[in-house]
């Protein structure tokens, strides 16, 4: 059983770290496909995606030297909830 729960926490930091790299490219990618000028505003919820995911990988790399995988796993599934509701807030 420990064994199955530090593969899932390994690959909840995998994933979260995916989506942080994902939120940082899109910044990038709407410099050449915004129509308009991009402005703060329109960067926002990816800067704020972005924070999130940082913070969340950070979090796991520190509770991983401890071997908590519980804990890891669940703040992977809440960087992914925040993720969700600022989609939601922000209609991006």
């Not at 999130?52 to 990988?57: G, M, N």
């Not at 519980?70 to 925040?82: D, L, P």
Request: hydrophobic fraction near 60%; proline fraction near 1%; glycine fraction near 2%.
């Amino acid at each position: 059983m420990l064994k199955k729960e530090v593969k899932i926490s390994r690959v909840a930091m995998i994933i979260v770290f995916l989506a942080l790299i994902r939120v940082i490219s899109e910044c990038f990618r709407l410099e050449y496909l915004a129509k308009e000028f991009v402005t703060f505003e329109i960067l926002k919820p990816y800067l704020i995606g972005a924070l999130v995911c940082a913070t969340s990988c950070l979090a796991m790399a520190i509770f991983s030297f401890y071997t908590r995988s519980k804990t890891i796993i669940g703040i992977a599934a809440f960087t992914i909830v925040i993720l969700v509701i600022i989609k939601i807030k922000y209609s991006v």
